[in-house]
């Protein structure tokens, strides 16, 4: 069983519409939770971090962590075309914090 | 805050070169940098750690003779894909941690090279 996993997409949507993406997790100690987005072509980009259980909101963005189900999710509100990328969710574990990457959400918002 | 940037961002070589790859933090010091491959329409695969003053960490499978990397400063870390083939095509991403934001363990991410070897 992969460590994170993630639904994979492609995922297309209609401008103004709620988005959520979603990945779950195998270990449960894991506690810092990370939302990447990544153009194409381009680095990621940290969108979000959680600690531990609940909601994290900032501007159109929440991010919610269900330790109990091992289950992560961002949601989108009022989406945009700009928001057209691909999401990753991200875990950091071992001695130098190294991230282990879901394996992205291509999301395509169409005006 | 938190500003990594990589050079080159693209580059094509021919098969059996040696190219070099930069990775800066900008706008603090980074004692931890991580090296990740990309491949179209996949997840970003850590290819090592690289710590300051010390030795990289490689993952497993990767060729620590091919993948040479150094951490020579607090702001600076250098990948250098040796004997280039063209197996090796691929977008190369550097980050970096920045201890003084957030948790400290949020990874900010250069914005890649991409790799062309013919």
């Known amino acids: 069983q992969k460590e994170v996993e993630q639904d994979p997409g492609p995922l297309s949507v209609p401008e103004g519409a709620i988005v959520s993406l979603n990945c779950t997790y195998s270990?449960?100690?894991?506690?810092?939770f990370m939302w990447y987005r990544q153009y194409s072509r381009k680095g990621p980009e940290l969108l979000m971090y959680?600690?531990?259980?609940g909601n994290k909101e900032d501007g159109r963005f929440t991010a919610q962590v269900d330790k109990s189900s091992k289950y992560i999710s961002l949601f989108i509100r009022d989406s945009q075309p700009s928001d057209s990328a691909t999401y990753l969710c991200a875990i950091p574990s071992g001695s130098a914090r190294q991230l282990t990457f879901g394996s992205g959400t291509q999301l395509t918002v169409l005006p | 805050g938190a500003v990594v940037s990589q050079h080159p961002s693209r580059v094509i070589c021919k098969s059996g070169t040696s190219v070099k790859i930069e990775c800066r933090s900008l706008?603090?010091?980074?004692?931890?940098m991580f090296w990740y491959r990309q491949f179209p329409k996949q997840s970003l695969m850590l290819m090592a750690t690289s710590n300051e003053g010390s030795k990289a960490t490689y993952e497993q499978g990767v060729e620590k003779d091919k993948f040479l990397i150094n951490h020579a400063s607090l702001t600076l870390s250098t990948l250098t894909v040796t004997s280039a083939h063209p197996e090796d095509s691929s977008f190369y991403i550097c980050?970096?941690?920045?201890f003084g934001q957030g948790s400290g363990n949020e990874q900010f991410f250069g914005p890649g090279t991409r790799l062309t070897v013919l």
């Open positions: 270990n449960s100690a894991f506690q810092y």
């Open positions: 959680t600690y531990s259980s």
């Open positions: 980050s970096a941690r920045d």
């Open positions: 706008d603090f010091q980074a004692t931890t």
